[in-house]
T-cell receptor
Framework: DAGVTQSPTHLIKTRGQQVTLRCSPK?????VSWYQQALGQGPQFIFQ???????QRGNFPDRFSGHQFPNYSSELNVNALLLGDSALYLC?????????????FGPGTRLTVL | DQQVKQNSPSLSVQEGRISILNCDYT??????FLWYKKYPAEGPTFLIS?????DKNEDGRFTVFLNKSAKHLSLHIVPSQPGDSAVYFC???????????FGAGTRLTVKP
């Protein structure tokens, strides 16, 4: 049973560009959350998708947007990249209305903005 | 605004001894607390949690203690093993299915 998978593993972009990160949830899971982990910090919640809609959102600007597909996979899009967007982006999946202790994280995508 | 703080970036202990990792929070609305373990190149994995209606929760070698009045929790690992070497994150949420706030993590090294 594949766990949460994310692609790509690493990505280098320049300021002002746009980036799309992808996440496939664990088999049977239909809720996907995205987190940003800057160097030396803990993960910060960006947003959560369920039934193809954004259900919760953290304190991130509109440059950060997402999408969930009918197969429950998800994309995170970041527009107008800033140097400060350099981070590890983590995706986590779960079943709806289940606890945070039942979220499974992927290995992350390392984004570097030059 | 860091609502969850782990003030020790690193901790080193001898194999077989106790590891104590600490976490403080400021938001009194938090009522569910979790510890995650993270190995390099892997995502965080859930370790143990505690609800605010309890002050202690045990799972094998891992015990989490919650002091609500001090807004403080700690993770005890007894006995510590070299395989426990990882970064440990403390997290808190309002309810068990709302967005979590994470601390910055503590890197634990268990020496053989």
């Amino acid at each position: 049973d594949a766990g949460v998978t994310q692609s790509p593993t690493h990505l280098i972009k320049t300021r002002g560009q746009q980036v799309t990160l992808r996440c496939s949830p664990k088999s049977g899971h239909d809720t996907v959350s995205w987190y940003q982990q800057a160097l030396g910090q803990g993960p910060q919640f960006i947003f959560q998708y369920y039934e193809e809609e954004e259900r919760q959102r953290g304190n991130f600007p509109d440059r950060f947007s997402g999408h969930q597909f009918p197969n429950y996979s998800s994309e995170l899009n970041v527009n107008a990249l800033l140097l400060g967007d350099s981070a590890l982006y983590l995706c986590a999946s779960s079943l709806p209305h289940r606890g945070n202790n039942e979220q499974f994280f992927g290995p992350g995508t390392r984004l570097t903005v030059l | 605004d860091q609502q969850v703080k782990q003030n020790s970036p690193s901790l080193s202990v001898q194999e077989g001894r106790i590891s104590i990792l600490n976490c403080d929070y400021t938001n009194s609305m938090f009522d569910y607390f979790l510890w995650y373990k993270k190995y390099p190149a892997e995502g965080p994995t859930f370790l143990i949690s505690i609800s605010s209606i309890k002050d202690k929760n045990e799972d094998g070698r891992f015990t989490v203690f919650l002091n609500k009045s001090a807004k403080h929790l700690s993770l005890h690992i007894v006995p510590s093993q070299p395989g426990d070497s990882a970064v440990y994150f403390c997290a808190a949420s309002e309810g068990n299915n709302n967005d979590m706030r994470f601390g910055a993590g503590t890197r634990l090294t268990v020496k053989p």
